[in-house]
T-cell receptor
């Protein structure tokens, strides 16, 4: 069974620190990787996607992908209280029709 | 562009009642999805569709039915509501790769 695993947290960081969120996946054939943010009571919203090994930066967010280790991470620099949310990692199954979702990591940024 | 819209936002059903959750997207996406999310849990795929007239089961299809007669609409039908179907239901559509979510329907079955 194809799986995506995340540490459930909660991960607590002080305001201004770097938050590091990690995700591992089981399907070696996966090609597309996504990070979504979900505030309590709201729907998931896309933060970033990454397809290639290495780093991809977008503002305060950096996604890192290592296909050999089957590992994808999200770094949030200069964390703000507004970043407090659950972060969901998702990976497409081989045919790119269905996303396999992790259970999410809860992040709390303390002022 | 409204994106993905869902109605209703909230609903309380009695056991055995039926209802349809509506989902509409205006992005001309072929792929559409229905998920449920229980408190503190991840997203579970109920059904998905790759285009008008084509649907397929996800992880948890029992107790639900779908149809896709147009590109825009993907309704989810609950025929005999059970307490185990109390959940938040999200509809999503997929562009090139990214899935875009509607605001969700919070359903309680008593």
């Amino acid at each position: 069974q194809k799986e995506v695993e995340q540490n459930s947290g909660p991960l607590s960081v002080p305001e201004g620190a770097i938050a590091s969120l990690n995700c591992t996946y089981s399907d070696r054939g996966s090609q597309s990787f996504f990070w979504y943010r979900q505030y309590s009571g709201k729907s998931p919203e896309l933060i970033m996607f990454i397809y290639s090994n290495g780093d991809k930066e977008d503002g305060r967010f950096t996604a890192q992908l290592n296909k050999a280790s089957q590992y994808v991470s999200l770094l949030i620099r200069d964390s703000q209280p507004s970043d407090s949310a659950t972060y969901l990692c998702a990976v497409y199954a081989g045919n790119n029709r269905k996303l396999i979702w992790g259970l999410g990591t809860s992040l709390a940024v303390n002022p | 562009n409204a994106g993905v819209t869902q109605t209703p936002k909230f609903r309380i059903l009695k056991i055995g009642q039926s209802m349809t959750l509506q989902c509409t997207q205006d992005m001309n996406h072929n792929y559409m999805y229905w998920y449920r999310q229980d408190p503190g849990m991840g997203l579970k795929l109920i059904y998905y569709s790759v285009g008008a007239g084509i649907t397929d089961k996800g992880e948890v299809p029992n107790g639900y039915n779908v149809s896709r007669s147009t590109t825009e609409d993907f309704p989810l039908r609950l025929e005999l509501a059970a307490p185990s179907q109390t959940s938040v239901y999200f509809c999503a559509s997929k562009g090139t790769d990214t899935q875009y979510f509607g605001p969700g329907t919070r359903l309680t079955v008593l």
